[in-house]
């Protein structure tokens, strides 16, 4: 009879992979590209990330293990402040409601983790082979929860656990290539079977904190610049868009510097602990949805959600960065020197060949252009505002009465004119054309050009 130990050592395990048919078409179909980038994904290079992590989910658990003990019922009630309070506290820390432009601070979402010593390393972990730690279960793959949330945006959905958990349920063919297996009613927990959507928000929250998800953009951003998939361009263009908020808020009033009394619209405040009385409860007051306030497109057009603040490159089409706003109700321009600033300190590479900026009528200010001008180097090409501008009407070529804040030439006969070109050989000569509606009428001599 063999010792255990040879039998052990000489014991060949038993490899079995099995191929679907689904996957089988999946691979060569092609409106499915996701299926093939989650196929062949190269995890070699996300094996640092990875490690960072797993050590990041071990100081999460910790830290939540001490909120938990915190929030334990205590036998002295401390009576912390009242909810008007914290109320108008919250309000006038907000970035919106600060007077002084230069006390404002930051008005763009900055990743403030702090770097632990690194407990796991890189090379020791691999698709399905998490790292050991005495306690606890094992956790989820990291790979297989990247490529959840990379290939529920390559199928075109929003990349929130909300919408990841949905496909995992329902698609048995990206449940495979993620790494993942099915679990049964019965089954016990195993680290293979599909997540639970509150470990899906887990996993997006530590890579939001601890600023994972923001390293990877870069990493592959650059990639690319390297490699020549993303071409440099002498302009940036920049704009923000608008996040629907799914909370609720409240009309909050105060007084201003001359005593008057204002409203501003602010996301309900919320205790987060599970005391039974939390007015008279010791923990603070907090938004319940930070960031989120009312964002005004136009007079008919208010929407209550989050901003984001997007930079890239107007030819190619390609952005290079985007940064959620601290508050939603900031204004356009404030955003766009910092996070061009921003973008030329995490990519030096493109700071040389970048000569202008691009944006549109909130960015029409001289002070910005100055700004632009001084400190980055940069020509700053914003959009007429035309509620900022009155009408041209000195210093006008033959033939023009005035020129409309939104551009439009009126000749002296009133009448609206198109700009059809220019004579080179001549300066200042344009041609100028009247508008459609009123080629057919008369037109008086003193208005020909």
Not at 338 to 356: A, G, L, M, N, Q
């Amino acid at each position: 009879m063999l010792p255990i130990s040879q039998i052990q050592i000489n014991q060949k395990p038993l490899l079995i992979h099995t191929v679907h048919e689904d996957d089988k078409v999946l691979l060569n179909t092609p409106d499915a590209e996701w299926f093939r980038a989650l196929y062949y994904f190269p995890w070699e290079k996300h094996r640092n990330f990875g490690a960072e992590y797993y050590d990041a989910l071990y100081e999460f658990n910790k830290r939540e293990e001490r909120k938990r003990l915190k929030n334990q019922p205590q036998k002295q009630v401390v009576l912390s402040q009242s909810k008007e309070d914290a109320r108008q506290e919250l309000l006038f820390n907000r970035a919106t409601m600060q007077v002084d432009k230069e006390k404002r601070g930051d008005v763009l979402y900055e990743v403030a983790a702090e770097s632990k010593q690194r407990m796991v390393s890189p090379l020791s972990i691999s698709p399905g082979v998490v790292p050991f730690r005495l306690g606890g279960k094992r956790p989820k793959c990291f790979f297989a929860l990247l490529k959840s949330f990379l290939g529920t945006a390559l199928m075109g959905f929003p990349c929130e656990p909300e919408k990841v958990s949905m496909l995992l349920k329902s698609n048995p063919s990206f449940v495979r290539v993620c790494g993942f297996a099915p679990k049964g009613e019965r089954d016990e927990y195993c680290s293979r079977h599909i997540p639970s959507e509150r470990k899906l928000q887990q996993f997006d929250q530590i890579m939001s904190e601890w600023g994972l998800w923001d390293k990877m953009k870069i990493a592959l951003v650059t990639e690319n610049i390297e490699t020549g998939a993303i071409k440099i361009e002498k302009e940036v263009v920049g704009d923000t868009t608008h996040y629907y908020a799914y909370s609720g808020f409240e009309t909050v009033k105060y007084k201003d510097e001359d005593g008057k009394e204002q409203k501003k619209s602010q996301s309900k405040l919320t205790k987060r602990c599970r005391c039974q009385d939390r007015d008279k409860c010791e923990h603070d007051w907090v938004l319940a949805d930070e960031g989120a306030g009312t964002i005004v497109k136009s007079i008919t057009k208010m929407y209550w959600g989050h901003k984001a603040s997007i930079v890239g490159f107007p030819r190619q089409g390609v952005p290079l960065d985007a940064r959620a706003v601290l508050d939603g109700p900031t204004h356009d321009g404030e955003t766009y020197f910092p996070h061009v600033e921003k973008v030329f300190d995490t990519y030096p590479v493109i700071e040389e060949s970048v000569k202008r900026a691009l944006y549109d009528s909130a960015c029409d200010s001289r002070d910005l252009k100055d700004k632009f001008m001084d400190k980055l180097g940069l020509e700053l090409k914003a959009s007429l505002n035309p509620r900022r501008k009155n009408g041209i009407t000195d210093g006008l070529p033959r033939g023009m009465e005035k020129i409309t804040p939104y551009g439009v030439v009126i000749c002296n006969g009133g009448h609206e004119m198109d700009y059809k070109g220019m004579r080179y050989e001549k300066e200042n000569s344009f041609t100028m054309r009247q508008r459609i509606q009123m080629v057919n009428r008369c037109v008086q001599h003193a208005c020909i050009t």
